[in-house]
Nanobody
Framework: QVQLVESGGGLVQAGGSLKLSCAAS????????WAWYRQAPGKQRELVAA???????NYADSVKGRFTISRDNAKNTVYLQMNSLKPEDTAVYYC?????????????WGQGTQVTVSS
């Protein structure tokens, strides 16, 4: 089992920055992919950024060049640095961790943190 707790959300003006953190506990040694998702009101949850263990980081086109995902293994924490924020970035942001066992994915989710960008 993996437990995830996000923090760092809040209200910011357009053009500003926020840094989200996701603290992990439990069976974190077996995580294959760390990711951030977001869900805006009335929209489906979408992938923002993912950092596979030993793989290439990927970003949604809408955040490329503005957001950076990173991980600190010593602190068991994954971050999402968000710069040049836009009102359309407003959403609840969720941390996600996936274990892959025999081609089956076992995801874990955090409770979400609200990010609101004012124009």
């Amino acid at each position: 089992q993996v437990q995830l707790v996000e923090s760092g959300g809040g209200l910011v003006q357009a053009g500003g920055s926020l840094k989200l953190s996701c603290a992990a506990s439990g069976s974190i040694f077996s995580i294959d992919v760390w990711a951030w998702y977001r869900q805006a009101p009335g929209k489906q949850r979408e992938l923002v950024a993912a950092i596979p263990t030993g793989g290439r980081i990927n970003y949604a086109d809408s955040v490329k060049g503005r957001f950076t995902i990173s991980r600190d293994n010593a602190k068991n924490t994954v971050y999402l640095q968000m710069n040049s924020l836009k009102p359309e970035d407003t959403a609840v942001y969720y941390c996600n961790a996936v274990r892959v066992v025999a081609a089956t994915q076992f995801p874990a989710w955090g409770q979400g943190t609200q990010v609101t960008v004012s124009s």
